[in-house]
C-alpha cells in the first residue's frame, strides 16, 4: 500500500556525535525522496532531497542514502548540534507523473543531550 | 520570496461548530496541498489543487470538509460539523507545477473541545 515509515519513534545521541534516522517505504514507483524536520509549533522544513536515480546525495552536516533494493531511505547528521533536536520525518511522491504527491512517514523525535 | 500564510494559528471550537481555515500559497506556485497532522503522526493529505482544480481528494471526509481555492491562488479549508477526532494541525503546502518540493506554512492548531 501507500506508506512510509520509519524503524523508531525517538532517538537520543550527545551533542557532538553523528545521528542516524531510518525509514522504510513501500511504494516502489516512487521517483523522489524528501526528509523534512518539524520543530515544534511550527510546519515541516525541508531539509534534503534524492531522486531514485541517485543512492547518495550530501548537503551541510546531512547525507541521505537510498537503497531501492530493500525499499530503504536513511537521514545522516553529523556533529548533532542542540538545534538540530526536532521531528524528522521522510516522505515520498507516490506520483511520478505530472504534479507531486508526497506520503509521510510517521516521524522520528531526535533528541541532543548537552 | 514569502513564505505560505496561514490563518488563523490557533482555533478552539465546540463539536458541531463550523471552521474555516485560509492559506495564502507563495506566489506562482500552481500546486496547492491542504493536510491533516494529527499529534504524534507524519501529516496526511487531505486535498491536492491545480491551479484552482482539484486533483486529488480521496482522503478529504466530504461529508464534513470542504476546499475551494478561488482564482488559484488562496484557499480555505472548512469543517462542518466538527467532531473531536478532527481536532489537529492543518497544514497548508505549495509547490511550483511538476517541480519538487513542497514549503509548508506554519499551520492552524484546531482544538475541538
Known amino acids: 500500500g501507500e506508506s512510509v515509515g520509519l524503524h523508531l519513534p525517538t532517538l537520543s545521541v550527545q551533542e557532538g556525535d553523528n545521528s542516524i534516522i531510518n525509514c522504510a517505504y513501500s511504494?516502489?514507483?516512487?521517483?523522489?525522496f524528501i526528509w523534512y524536520k518539524q520543530e515544534s509549533g511550527k510546519g515541516p522544513q525541508f531539509i534534503i532531497d534524492i531522486r531514485s536515480n541517485m543512492d547518495k546525495r550530501q548537503g551541510q552536516r546531512v547525507t541521505v542514502l537510498l537503497n531501492k533494493t530493500v525499499k530503504h531511505l536513511s537521514l545522516q547528521i553529523a556533529a548533532t548540534q542542540p538545534g538540530d533536536s526536532a521531528v524528522y520525518f521522510c516522505?515520498?511522491?507516490?506520483?511520478?507523473?505530472?504534479?507531486?504527491?508526497?506520503?509521510f512517514g510517521q516521524g522520528t523525535r531526535l533528541t541532543i543531550n548537552p | 520570496e514569502a513564505g505560505v500564510a496561514q490563518s488563523p494559528r490557533y482555533k478552539i471550537i465546540e463539536k458541531r461548530q463550523s471552521v474555516a481555515f485560509w492559506c495564502n500559497p507563495i506566489s506562482g506556485h500552481a500546486t496547492l496541498y491542504w493536510y491533516q497532522q494529527i499529534l504524534g503522526q507524519g501529516p496526511k493529505l487531505l486535498i491536492q489543487f491545480q491551479n484552482n482544480g482539484v486533483v486529488d481528494d480521496s482522503q478529504l471526509p466530504k461529508d464534513r470538509f470542504s476546499a475551494e481555492r478561488l482564482k488559484g491562488v488562496d484557499s480555505t479549508l472548512k469543517i462542518q460539523p466538527a467532531k473531536l477526532e478532527d481536532s489537529a494541525v492543518y497544514l497548508c503546502?505549495?509547490?511550483?507545477?511538476?517541480?519538487?518540493?513542497?514549503?509548508f506554512g506554519s499551520g492552524t492548531r484546531l482544538t475541538v473541545v
Open positions: 503546502a505549495s509547490s511550483p507545477t511538476l517541480d519538487y518540493g513542497y514549503t
Open positions: 516522505a515520498e511522491n507516490i506520483s511520478p507523473q505530472g504534479a507531486q504527491k508526497l506520503v
Open positions: 511504494n516502489s514507483a516512487s521517483d523522489y
